[in-house]
T-cell receptor
Framework: GAVVSQHPSRVICKSGTSVKIECRSL??????MFWYRQFPKQSLMLMAT?????????EQGVEKDKFLINHASLTLSTLTVTSAHPEDSSFYIC???????????FGEGSWLTVV | DQQVKQNSPSLSVQEGRISILNCDYT??????FLWYKKYPAEGPTFLIS?????DKNEDGRFTVFLNKSAKHLSLHIVPSQPGDSAVYFC??????????????FGTGTRLKVLA
């Protein structure tokens, strides 16, 4: 069964609004979760590392005020795209590492379309 | 700077033959490598991993080879099946100590297995 659940799988929002994507670890507690973004025909780009109980660590070039990450519990991390614009339209995926960090499990991904 | 590269964007193989997917990396500090398979609009699924202390890891039809001196790894699928048609990503990580790892992904190779 699924190890990581991501919701919603698809969302369409109007330009200027905010959208929240949830990532849940189903099988184990996760102090760390990762958020990725994938543009068509491109690689998975790591956006940020979500840390339970502390601030997220953002990769270079990722606007932390635009992509708000909250890791409020050991099983839930959320990514909020604030004041969304059409260029934010993309496939967003979260992942959770297992205890040893030897494997990371991905969520199903969320398609965001900003119109 | 693309630290993990998959130079072949696509590959076509006949059913029953061997598929060989290649991945090169530039950072000699990477010590753990993963291969993922991804279908369109879905999150990646883990296939196989290899640590830098090994040069080969096998799991059923999937074998990963690591050549540290060449900073190169490859995924062999034999025999290839039509259901293997997907995009394959390699990923590399530096396991400094638990909780601080993050994975860098290659750009992916689209494998098409012809029936």
């Amino acid at each position: 069964g699924a190890v990581v659940s991501q919701h919603p799988s698809r969302v369409i929002c109007k330009s200027g609004t905010s959208v929240k994507i949830e990532c849940r670890s189903l099988d184990f507690q996760a102090t760390t979760m990762f958020w990725y973004r994938q543009f068509p025909k491109q690689s998975l780009m790591l956006m940020a590392t979500s840390n339970e109980g502390s601030k997220a660590t953002y990769e270079q070039g990722v606007e932390k005020d635009k992509f708000l990450i909250n890791h409020a519990s050991l099983t839930l991390s959320t990514l909020t795209v604030t004041s969304a614009h059409p260029e934010d339209s993309s496939f967003y995926i979260c992942s959770v590492p297992d205890w040893g960090g030897n494997t990371i499990y991905f969520g199903e991904g969320s398609w965001l379309t900003v119109v | 700077d693309q630290q993990v590269k998959q130079n072949s964007p696509s590959l076509s193989v006949q059913e029953g033959r061997i598929s060989i997917l290649n991945c090169d990396y530039t950072n000699s500090m990477f010590d753990y490598f993963l291969w993922y398979k991804k279908y369109p609009a879905e999150g990646p699924t883990f296939l196989i991993s290899i640590s830098s202390i090994k040069d080969k890891n096998e799991d059923g039809r999937f074998t990963v080879f690591l050549n540290k001196s060449a900073k190169h790894l490859s995924l062999h699928i034999v025999p290839s099946q039509p259901g293997d048609s997907a995009v394959y990503f390699c990923a590399a990580s530096k396991h400094l100590h638990p909780g601080t790892y993050k994975y860098i992904f290659g750009t992916g190779t689209r494998l098409k297995v012809l029936a």
